[in-house]
């Protein structure tokens, strides 16, 4: 059996449904087919099941965020910002609170409030929701200038459609990469899919033996040579297997993309709100000098990570701090400023926040979301090669592609009927 929409949207994710709403509120008829049995399935476990839906800024800081990428994301942003967001959800009823991070969550800390409201919004529309209907196909005849999307459940044929399939990270939740293939069908070049925003293992044991220990602010640095690949600060959290918190989650990116890990080094600063010379004038003060370095280093960072810094510096923890040499204390400052550790690789998809790599920007217009190889073909979300870092940006990208979709979907069949 047939069934004939304006657009059909494959996966009911955060880009999915702000397509469908964007879409079914300018009078298209559209359809929503979810593979799962239910949609928002990476809402509903975001942030902690909180979900951070944006990040308190205006839309040019998350454009910086993106970086290079954020060349691409200026109109979807544009038209649909961090603002946007937070009114929408406000308009369903939803309010939001911002945290000192600057993330953005439901003032209720229920992520299932936030898909409620999209749903609730959803529903006010014509637009149909499927749920588990796997998506097999997707098939264009140009004869008839339609799309076909084969499913589990018969075939849907529309005008348009947008793939919003996500990418490969957390496969639990459906995202299992199903969409590149098709994209890549239609001449769509995939850029090798990687994790991102996942957290790091290490061969270090001294790392390990800190699990479960927090620092609120560290920096950590991945280079390769003298030059900073990338580098960020956060919060930092050791585990039993390396190291996970904002802090190394928003460096991944740089180890799961590079061509070999050998190349890079990976060090922390345990002190990021200090330079090296501050902390050298407080070994200089006449009170400190009288102090042990244990007892020093242990005010500065916690016991059992003092205690580390002072062996990996070759220092003893019970001399005095007038007692140490000139290059005891640079050892001393160096380790705690600059730590270096060994990053063996990552927890993989499984563990991954988002993915790094998908369709490339090059092959998809980024003033409509559509596909510049097949015309009504559109993209939206994480199955692009769009990632930013931890604290709502990668949501924001995802509400803002999506709600662009299809809002040009809907002029293009205005243009469509007009002619």
């Excluded at 005849?141 to 919003?164: M, Q, S």
């Excluded at 479960?212 to 585990?239: E, Q, Y």
């Excluded at 928003?250 to 345990?270: C, E, P, Q, W």
């Excluded at 050892?331 to 926040?353: C, D």
Aim: proline content about 4%; some cysteine; glycine content about 10%.
């Amino acid at each position: 059996m047939e069934l004939k929409s304006d657009v059909i949207v494959v996966g009911a994710g955060a880009a999915g449904l702000l397509t469908a709403i964007s879409a079914a509120e300018r009078g298209l008829g559209v359809t929503v087919l979810e593979k799962n049995r239910k949609p928002g399935a990476k809402i509903l476990m975001s942030g902690g099941t909180r979900c951070n839906v944006t990040q308190d800024t205006d839309n040019r800081g998350i454009l910086d965020a993106f970086h290079q990428q954020g060349r691409f994301l200026r109109t979807a942003v544009g038209r649909f910002g961090p603002d946007d967001v937070v009114q929408l959800l406000a308009d369903e009823g939803v309010e939001t609170k911002i945290e000192s991070t600057g993330k953005i969550f439901p003032a209720s800390d229920r992520a299932f409030d936030v898909l409620t409201a999209f749903r609730s919004r959803l529903s006010r529309t014509d637009a149909e929701l499927i749920t588990d209907c796997s998506v097999t196909n997707v098939i264009f005849d140009k004869d008839r200038d339609l799309f076909t999307v084969e499913a589990i459940r018969g075939a849907h044929v529309a005008a348009n459609v947008v793939l919003t399939t996500g990418g490969m990270s957390f496969p639990g939740c459906g995202t299992t990469g199903d969409g590149y293939a098709w994209a890549k069908s239609f001449g769509h070049e995939i850029v090798p899919p990687k994790p991102a925003l996942v957290p790091l293992t290490l061969r270090d044991s001294w790392a390990t033996e800190l699990s479960g220990l927090t620092l609120p602010d560290a920096g950590v640095a991945v280079k390769r040579g003298n030059k900073i690949v990338l580098a960020t600060r956060g919060s930092l959290l050791f585990t039993h297997f390396g190291l996970s918190g904002p802090a190394a989650l928003d460096v991944s990116r740089a180890i799961t993309t590079a061509d070999n890990l050998k190349l890079l080094t990976v060090t922390l600063d345990f002190m990021p709100g200090y330079a090296e010379s501050e902390l050298d004038a407080e070994l200089e003060t006449a009170d400190n000098r009288k102090r042990t370095i244990a007892s020093l280093v242990a005010d500065w960072i916690p016991k059992r990570l003092a205690s580390i810094v002072c062996e990996k510096s070759e220092v003893a923890p019970e001399q005095r701090i007038a007692e140490l040499s000139k290059k005891g204390r640079t050892r001393l400052i160096q380790h705690i400023k600059s730590m270096p550790v060994s990053v063996n690789g990552t927890m993989g998809f499984k563990k991954a926040e988002v993915t790094t790599g998908g369709v490339s920007l090059q092959s998809v217009d980024a003033k409509t979301m559509c596909s510049k190889y097949q015309p009504g073909l559109y993209f939206a979300g994480e199955i692009l090669d769009i990632d930013g870092p931890i604290g709502g940006y990668n949501f924001q990208a995802a509400f803002s592609t999506g709600w662009l979709a299809g809002q040009s979907i809907a002029k293009r069949m205005e243009a469509k009927i007009g002619s």
